[in-house]
């Protein structure tokens, strides 16, 4: 608003401050036409030209114009640049996520918690082409998140969960900064993992036997089932789930039993299970 | 009449003639602005040109009139604010009209003869 107003008033207020420049320097002479009109024009195109440097300039831009503002400080967050060298398709859609949360008067990190469920959506979606470590690393994030979403609110636990659609307005407080600075740190992981992964560039790990990691995950489910009850665990182990009709600690407590279950196995077969549950 | 009461009726009405050319150069310029008859640089560059064109006539208006400094600067300074610039125009051709109809000028739609 301010730029706009600035660009639609720049050629008055340049001829005003060339007009007071003008006034002040000659006020006690009484000049030629022809030289008072060249010495406005120039003054006026070097007002101008100043004017124009000053608010192209990328720190006056950051002071008046709000949009420019927050491009710039997206920009600087190193989880967006991941995005935007790896992934620019998804850049778009964050920039656009946060775009949206930030013109409602949010933080960055407000916005990036807002995003969290987008975030964590896309994070899950590339773990399959990550080495295990990454894998382990995502999953021990997911899990201290849900930790965090169960202290705070289970519904948002539960939502998170079943993929319901989020209340994104109560994300902000559901996360300690702690938290958020390890999802980033993981996501970023992940996307730079996934993209070796596609390019064949990751070391050969030793492969899961796939047959054992079925048992593993029928023994875990069946573990589920003991403490929380049959049909949360076929809830929980089920990736085709439909809407659970309450909020229950129950769902939350089974999700994280299940993830830090599958934590404690071999490296290569958590990450293949961790992989399929969150996947 | 003296020689400087005539030069200075000469450059009322000579100002007088650029500034009528001017308003109808900017009227005809919005209207082609609308009609995004050019591109926006051109149109600009125009734009320009015609202000720094009504500033020569603004000037020579003000000499003839007999103004101060401060008020040339005054009324070139308004020659770039949009739409106050067509008021101080016609304001200063209103007053240049006058002058030069009480000299014995012949004062028309478009400007003066003696």
């Not at chain 1, 409602?104 to 590339?126: F, I, Y």
């Not at chain 1, 382990?136 to 079943?162: F, P, Y």
């Not at chain 1, 995950?217 to 665990?233: V, Y």
């Not at chain 2, 500034?19 to 009227?27: D, E, G, P, S, Y």
Request: charged share 20%.
């Amino acid at each position: 608003m301010i730029l706009l107003a600035l660009q639609l008033l720049f050629a008055p207020v340049a001829a005003s401050i060339a007009g007071v420049a003008l006034w002040a320097l000659y006020r006690h002479e009484r000049m030629e036409d022809g030289q008072l009109v060249r010495t406005f024009v120039f003054f006026a195109v070097m007002v101008g030209m100043a004017l124009y440097a000053a608010i192209s300039s990328d720190s006056v831009r950051r002071r008046i114009d709000p949009q420019f503002r927050m491009i710039s400080e997206i920009d600087a967050h190193p989880l967006y640049d991941t995005f935007q060298r790896l992934s620019p398709d998804e850049a778009k859609l964050l920039e656009e996520l946060l775009t949206k949360e930030m013109s409602r008067g949010a933080t960055l990190s407000e916005a990036m918690l807002r995003a969290r469920a987008w975030l964590t959506a896309a994070g899950n979606h590339r773990i399959g082409f990550t080495d295990q470590t990454t894998r382990l690393n995502w999953g021990r994030v997911a899990v201290d998140s849900l930790k965090e979403l169960r202290s705070r609110d289970t519904l948002l636990c539960q939502q998170m969960i079943s993929g319901q659609k989020v209340d994104t307005q109560s994300l902000p407080q559901a996360f300690t900064e702690k938290n958020t600075a390890a999802f980033h740190s993981a996501l970023i992981a992940v996307y730079e993992a996934a993209d070796k992964g596609m390019r064949h560039e990751l070391p050969r790990e030793q492969a899961a036997d796939f047959n054992a990691t079925a048992l593993e995950f029928r023994s875990i489910k069946a573990g589920l089932e003991r403490e929380f009850g049959a049909d949360i665990a076929s809830f929980i182990s089920s990736r085709e789930r439909q809407d659970w009709p309450a909020a229950e600690e129950r769902l939350c407590s089974a999700r994280i039993a299940q993830l830090e279950a599958m934590l404690t196995r071999p490296k290569a077969t958590a990450a293949l299970l961790i992989d399929s549950a969150l996947r | 009449m003296s020689a400087d009461e005539q030069e200075l009726e000469g450059l009322a009405a000579h100002g007088q003639k650029i500034v009528i050319r001017c308003i109808v150069l900017t009227f005809i310029l919005r209207a082609a602005e609308r009609a995004q008859a050019l591109p926006d640089f051109v149109f600009q560059g125009l734009f320009v040109c015609v202000m720094i064109y009504s500033l020569v006539g603004v000037v020579r208006i003000c000499s003839g009139l007999g103004e101060s400094q401060n008020k040339k600067i005054l009324f070139m300074v308004l020659a770039f604010f949009p739409l106050v610039n067509l008021v101080a125009l016609v304001y200063l051709s209103v007053r240049a009209s006058r002058m030069l109809r009480n000299a014995g000028w012949t004062v028309g739609l478009f400007g003066a003869r003696p």
